[in-house]
């Protein structure tokens, strides 16, 4: 059973012909490993962990949604430095 959070995200962004954003989405997933079964040349049997994602949720936002989430997150969290 897998958790029900999400451990990873991406971002895309839409641009116009002159490199204004226009939107930008905010990919959410699951990133995990999961276990198969492979049968080796030999006629053997492997246990093999390979990287897995799930989606969770994409989150589309305007410009300014996108400006405004980021206001938030350095209200929240300080500045580095």
């Not at 991406?10 to 939107?23: A, F, M």
């Not at 905010?26 to 049997?45: C, F, Q």
């Not at 410009?63 to 989430?69: D, Y």
Request: hydrophobic residues 40%.
């Amino acid at each position: 059973m897998k958790p029900e959070y999400a451990n990873s995200f991406g971002l895309r962004k839409v641009s116009d012909k002159e490199g204004e954003i226009l939107e930008v989405t905010l990919d959410i997933s699951y990133k995990y490993m999961e276990n198969a079964m492979t049968v080796t040349a030999k006629g053997g049997i492997e246990n093999v962990a390979t990287p897995a994602a799930d989606p969770v949720a994409s989150i589309v936002m305007t410009r300014q949604s996108a400006i405004s989430l980021r206001n938030l997150l350095i209200q929240t969290l300080g500045t580095e430095g």
